[in-house]
């Protein structure tokens, strides 16, 4: 007997037509939803509920827009893609609540106050150099300046942007070093 005839007959409730379609479809049906799922175990869940479905919905089957067996492998096919959807959907979700509840692995708060207290120790510091030196280590550190540049800048030779630059640095350094 044809899987169309079967489906008619499982519509008015006929366990024995129902058996003999699970017979005949149950094949093709686990290796279309195998091919989708890929789980095994999922296929196997996917599966039954496919055929649970053929039971309580025979009756949607319209043998005028096609055969039984690619109605079914359609539902099946339908059902597959939802489980996988549903599958990824869940994963995706964990994913999110696990990154939302996992700890920062820093204290973003302290690094921030660090920051600042830095930049405040370094501006202090800063300060305390000569309006010369000052000037030499800001457009070299904080301007990007080459020392090449700064003395053009500053149309002052080199050298002596050199020697103020390196006392500006130790005046830097040891006041930093008193500060940490």
Same mark, same amino acid.
């Given at each position: 007997m044809e899987a169309d005839d079967l489906l008619v007959? #499982?519509?008015?409730?006929?366990?024995?037509? /129902?058996?003999?379609?699970?017979?005949?479809?149950?094949?093709? =049906? /686990?290796? =279309?939803v195998r091919r989708?799922?890929?789980?095994?175990?999922?296929?196997?869940?996917?599966?039954?509920?496919?055929?649970?479905? =053929?039971?309580?919905?025979?009756?949607? /089957?319209?043998?005028?827009?096609?055969?039984a067996l690619a109605w079914i492998l359609t539902v099946a096919h339908r059902r597959a893609v939802d489980r996988v959807r549903s599958v990824r959907a869940?994963?995706?979700r964990e994913r999110r609540e696990?990154?939302?509840?996992a700890p920062l692995a820093f204290d973003q708060v302290t690094e921030e106050v660090e920051a600042a207290l830095e930049r405040e120790s370094v501006r202090?510091?800063?300060?305390?150099l000569t309006a010369l030196q000052r000037?030499? #280590?800001?457009?070299?550190?904080?301007?990007?300046?080459?020392?090449?540049e700064?003395?053009?800048? =500053?149309?002052?030779?080199?050298?002596? #942007?050199?020697?103020r630059m390196r006392d500006g640095l130790t005046r830097l350094r040891a006041c930093l070093g008193g500060a940490a």
């Amino acid at each position: 007997m044809e899987a169309d005839d079967l489906l008619v007959r #499982v519509a008015d409730g006929d366990h024995t037509a /129902f058996e003999q379609l699970y017979g005949l479809v149950s094949g093709p =049906l /686990f290796a =279309l939803v195998r091919r989708v799922v890929r789980d095994p175990a999922q296929a196997e869940e996917v599966t039954q509920e496919v055929l649970l479905e =053929l039971w309580r919905c025979a009756a949607r /089957f319209d043998p005028g827009r096609g055969s039984a067996l690619a109605w079914i492998l359609t539902v099946a096919h339908r059902r597959a893609v939802d489980r996988v959807r549903s599958v990824r959907a869940a994963g995706e979700r964990e994913r999110r609540e696990a990154a939302r509840s996992a700890p920062l692995a820093f204290d973003q708060v302290t690094e921030e106050v660090e920051a600042a207290l830095e930049r405040e120790s370094v501006r202090r510091c800063l300060h305390r150099l000569t309006a010369l030196q000052r000037q030499s #280590v800001t457009l070299a550190y904080y301007d990007g300046y080459t020392y090449r540049e700064v003395a053009e800048r =500053l149309s002052l030779p080199l050298g002596t #942007v050199k020697t103020r630059m390196r006392d500006g640095l130790t005046r830097l350094r040891a006041c930093l070093g008193g500060a940490a």
